[in-house]
């Protein structure tokens, strides 16, 4: 099953571990500053905080309304100050992070800047950002841009290695079907993957397998020169299990493509449907542009937001609430109907 570009694989991962780990792993060889989308998923705004906090750098706060930056400062007494973690937010009463106020950051702040990580999706809004320019962005500069692709995997086409994307991580509970707690994977640009002397938390199934049950007698960690040899351990098999059966479904269903040209028309109709209803009771935050969204539509009620979640539930709908009154809808390809999409808005609209 390829869920991102054949090319892309030349450099993919076994999946292990989880997704947090993933975000500690890969950010590990690229030391600090780095910039991020200012919503990032928490998971990663707490590795984030965890790995400024390993290299000296005490987090302050990370929340705010008027900044587009972080504070932070040296821990030792008597230090300079410092901004490791520069934020990329939207502008004052709108949700969306625009690509060229993206890049625009990246070169004003090109000479400090380490890594540059980014959601593929967002998880609050469904924005999805231009991957592949973000990277040529941070590329231009000698700035490794790695990408979160949690809500991205599964959910739109990638072309990571084309694309020239330095890392990747992504779980595969969400639109890969496999469950809470099942394995989460990486990407790895073979330029990197297979530079054996990168710093990294190392791991015996990360060796090399010719010495791999040799380790006692050959105790020199050896790494895999691929994305491999971020390995730390063999792969829980009852968490692989479910994932092999989903991944067989993507390929029953025409892979990524066929399930991208779906997504748009699911989606669209959603959005038209509640448009059609001129409610002013809800306002939808996601872009309205198919190119900047996957299937996710992130819906903000003004009025009741906890009741209409309960609602849907009663109804048997499974969506997300996020407080204070965001609702999170995808309608999913690759088993939701358009039915089902008319149900949903049908609910929305009788909403009192």
Same mark, same amino acid.
């Given at each position: 099953m390829v869920l991102v570009s054949r090319s892309s694989a030349r450099a993919g991962s076994a999946a292990r571990w989880c997704e947090a780990t993933r975000s500690h792993l890969h950010e590990q060889p690229y030391g600090e500053p780095s910039l991020d989308d200012g919503d990032f998923l928490p998971a990663d705004e707490i590795a984030l905080q965890n790995f400024n906090g390993r290299a000296?750098?005490?987090?302050?706060?990370?929340?705010? *309304?008027?900044?587009?930056?972080?504070?932070?400062a040296r821990s030792e007494s008597g230090?300079?100050?410092?901004?490791?973690l520069i934020l990329a937010s939207p502008r004052k009463g709108e949700f969306i992070i625009r690509t060229k106020e993206i890049i625009d950051l990246i070169d004003?702040?090109?000479? *400090?800047?380490?890594?540059?990580?980014?959601?593929?999706v967002?998880?609050?809004?469904?924005?999805?950002?231009?991957?592949?320019?973000?990277?040529?962005?941070?590329?231009?500069?000698?700035?490794?841009a790695g990408f979160d692709l949690a809500h991205a995997i599964g959910n739109v086409p990638l072309s990571l290695h084309d694309w020239n994307v330095d890392f990747a991580v992504w779980c595969s509970y969400k639109y890969l079907n496999a469950g809470p707690g099942a394995v989460a994977a990486a990407f790895i640009h073979e330029r990197h993957a297979s530079n054996t002397s990168l710093p990294r938390l190392a791991g015996w199934f990360g060796n090399d397998p010719?010495?791999?049950?040799?380790?006692?007698?050959?105790?020199?960690?050896?790494?895999?020169?691929?994305?491999?040899?971020?390995?730390?351990s063999n792969p829980p098999i009852f968490s692989i299990a479910p994932l092999r059966a989903s991944l067989a479904m993507f390929d029953e269903a025409g892979g990524m493509e066929a399930l991208r040209a779906k997504s748009v028309k699911l989606t669209g109709y959603l959005q038209f449907l509640l448009e059609q209803t001129s409610s002013k009771r809800f306002t939808i935050i996601t872009p309205r542009?198919?190119?900047?969204?996957?299937?996710?539509?992130?819906?903000?009620?003004?009025?009741?937001?906890?009741?209409?979640?309960?609602?849907? *539930?009663?109804?048997?709908?499974?969506?997300?609430?996020?407080?204070?009154?965001?609702?999170?809808?995808?309608?999913?390809?690759?088993?939701?109907?358009?039915?089902?999409?008319?149900?949903?808005?049908?609910?929305?609209?009788?909403?009192?």
């Open positions: 000296g750098i005490s987090f302050r706060h990370l929340r705010h *309304q008027d900044s587009d930056r972080a504070s932070w230090a300079h100050s410092c901004e490791p004003k702040n090109a000479e *400090q800047l380490a890594v540059v990580m980014f959601g593929g967002n998880f609050f809004t469904g924005q999805l950002f231009d991957i592949e320019k973000i990277t040529a962005a941070a590329r231009k500069h000698s700035i490794i010719n010495t791999r049950f040799r380790l006692h007698l050959e105790p020199d960690f050896i790494p895999v020169p691929s994305a491999d040899g971020w390995q730390i542009e198919t190119h900047a969204r996957g299937c996710q539509l992130s819906i903000l009620a003004h009025e009741d937001p906890k009741e209409l979640f309960n609602n849907l *539930q009663a109804a048997d709908v499974k969506c997300d609430f996020r407080e204070p009154n965001i609702i999170r809808a995808a309608p999913t390809p690759l088993y939701n109907t358009f039915h089902e999409v008319w149900h949903f808005a049908k609910i929305l609209s009788e909403h009192r």
